[in-house]
């Protein structure tokens, strides 16, 4: 049995960031985590879980999520995927009503210096 991938980064909570998803593969390094670098002009650090309708909202504002893209071995996501997004396009989601539901434990400390914890709590799965 393999020992599942640790991560030294901080959630949203203060605890240890836990997995987001390996399947699709996630994260700004596609290394399952919502781990960020001062590179990350997107600051993808919300784990979120997709739905039909933040997929197309997200297309709407210019990042078709839903659509595969072999050329950077994309597979396209669909409703139920769990996803490191934008922190911003998760807020902007917020705001309309239209945010997809958050894994607080797997959504990176870094998040907060965009939306506020009680933000993220009011769309997290219990």
């Avoid at 985590?33 to 504002?61: N, P, W, Y």
């Avoid at 990042?63 to 072999?70: G, Y």
Wanted: a negative charge.
């Amino acid at each position: 049995m393999t020992a599942s991938p640790k991560s030294t980064a901080r959630n949203v909570l203060g605890g240890p960031l836990e997995a987001c998803c390996f399947e699709p593969m996630t994260g700004y390094f596609r290394d399952g985590f919502c781990h960020t670098i001062d590179e990350d002009r997107g600051s993808h650090t919300v784990c979120a879980i997709m739905t039909d309708e933040f997929l197309a909202f997200s297309k709407a504002q210019g990042n078709d999520l839903s659509t595969p893209r072999p050329e950077y071995a994309f597979p396209g996501l669909k409703a139920g995927d769990k996803w490191c997004v934008c922190v911003s396009r998760w807020e902007e989601a917020f705001v309309v009503g239209k945010a997809p539901k958050v894994v607080l434990e797997a959504t990176h400390e870094r998040a907060l210096d965009v939306v506020s914890l009680d933000e993220l709590r009011a769309n997290a799965v219990i």
